[in-house]
């Protein structure tokens, strides 16, 4: 099966490499058609699935993948992921729960967890995944981004003004960061800092229309 797995998937990386992903696509389900067991040809039509925004077919196909490989862990984990794209955020949670309980070590299921449990609108939940991923990995920036819009959405914003400013000390160009720190100092009344990183986020983005309708607030309501 592995010889006839590598020439189907070489037949559609031509057409991937050329552009043509519908195509391969096309490929690959005429040899599930004859081999739904097919884990490497599985793989494969799942990631072009997600490529492609097909998130159903997606979804079914780590589905399958995990029929005939209950132990896959990283199809489980791609399972979750598309859940989440798919906004059925219940279904992502129970996924990274599932990961997690296992007992392998996937810091990343932490992230997409604390992500689905935030747009469910369970930010403590969402806090203590980020605090977890940084435990694995210090340095992980987005952990610590999204770590700091969780606090801000629970109102515990002397915890989230720190990982802000540590942000852009690091990265000036971080302008979400600058942005919502501009937003949790017009919320503590603190107005010139937050005109100040409101003006730094049109520096750097002049289009960003939140930042500039919030300035033009700041200054119509004579806030200074």
């Known amino acids: 099966m592995a010889t006839l797995s590598n020439t189907v998937i070489e037949k559609a990386n031509d057409f991937i490499i050329a552009g ?20 490497l040809v599985l793989l494969e039509v799942a990631n072009l699935y997600y490529i492609l925004g097909e998130m159903n077919k997606c979804k079914k196909a780590y589905v399958e993948i995990r029929t005939h490989k209950p132990e896959s862990i990283f199809a489980l984990y791609r399972l979750g992921v598309a859940l989440y794209r798919s906004t059925d955020f219940t279904g992502a ?37 980020y605090k977890k991923v940084l435990e694995y990995s210090p ?9 700091g819009i969780a606090l801000k959405a629970a109102g515990r914003y002397d915890e989230a003004i720190p990982l802000f400013e540590k942000l852009i000390s690091e990265n000036d160009m971080h302008v979400s960061a600058h942005y919502h720190l501009g937003r949790i100092y017009m919320k503590t009344r603190k107005y010139e800092k937050a005109a100040e990183e409101l003006k730094t986020v049109l520096k750097h983005d002049p289009s960003h229309k939140h930042a500039s309708e919030m300035l033009d607030y700041l200054y119509d309501d004579d806030n200074f």
Not at 99 to 121: N, Q, R, T, V
Not at 139 to 147: H, V, W
């Open 20 to 39: 043509d992903l519908n195509k391969a696509v096309a490929i690959f389900e005429k040899h599930l058609a004859k081999h739904p067991g097919d884990i």
């Open 93 to 129: 949670v129970q996924v990274f729960n599932q990961i997690i309980d296992s007992g392998k070590h996937f810091p990343m299921a932490y992230m997409w967890l604390g992500l689905s449990y935030y747009h469910l609108g369970r930010e403590k939940q969402s806090i203590e995944c």
């Open 139 to 147: 340095e992980a920036t987005m952990a610590s981004y999204y770590l």
